[in-house]
């Protein structure tokens, strides 16, 4: 029987972090145990804001991990894989984010409109990448995924509900504006 080579693996994706221009968590998204307490993880931010604030590059390796990493106005991106990982699927990821929301706001990505958005953007990074995993890296296609949701359905109940008030309301401003 001939030796087996290493699994086959999905690319991977340890952290997506955005910081804002003093290097203060705006979104952080951890998908391993790389750092596992709060304590842990904002020391491991500040290493990455310190380290890539003034840089000019767009790859870095910290602590053993391969961080790329943009700036847009005030904010700064990074999406942090393991030492081995490939750095074009990263920058891909981290491209697909910068595009995706640059959509989503209409306008250069900035710490205003993203906290005013901020909803829309757990959503955009959970369609990039989901526990790890990278899901998607064209912001066409998460674009597209994004706009086909719609509201979600209610329970029957409240339904019922919100047409029995509905129907009162229509009786009340008929009532009170005149006869139809």
Same mark, same amino acid.
């Given at each position: ?22 290097g203060q968590r705006l979104l952080a998204k951890y998908y ?51 030492c081995q990982e490939n750095e074009l699927m990263l920058s ?6 910068? $595009?995706?929301?640059g959509h989503l706001l209409q306008k250069e990505v900035e ?14 990074? $959970?369609?990039?990448? $989901? ?18 949701? @719609? ?10 509900? $919100?047409?029995?008030?509905? @129907? ?9 504006? @005149?006869?139809?």
């Amino acid at each position: 029987m001939e030796p087996v080579g290493p699994e086959p693996s999905l690319y991977t994706v340890k952290a997506l972090l955005i910081l804002d221009s003093l290097g203060q968590r705006l979104l952080a998204k951890y998908y391993d145990g790389t750092f596992p307490t709060a304590k842990e993880q904002a020391a491991f931010e500040r290493s990455v804001f310190s380290k890539t604030y003034r840089a000019g590059g767009e790859v870095a390796c910290l602590e053993g991990l391969t961080v790329v990493y943009r700036s847009s106005a005030d904010l700064f991106f990074y999406v942090v894989g393991g030492c081995q990982e490939n750095e074009l699927m990263l920058s891909a990821v981290l491209a697909c984010l910068l $595009d995706t929301l640059g959509h989503l706001l209409q306008k250069e990505v900035e710490k205003r409109l993203l906290l005013d958005n901020m909803e829309g953007t757990f959503l955009v990074v $959970d369609e990039i990448v $989901d526990r790890g995993v990278i899901l998607e890296s064209d912001p066409q296609q998460v674009i597209q995924r994004l706009s086909l949701r @719609g509201p979600e359905p209610a329970a029957y109940g409240f339904v019922l509900f $919100d047409y029995l008030a509905g @129907g009162s309301e229509q009786r009340d401003t008929r009532d009170a504006g @005149g006869r139809k």
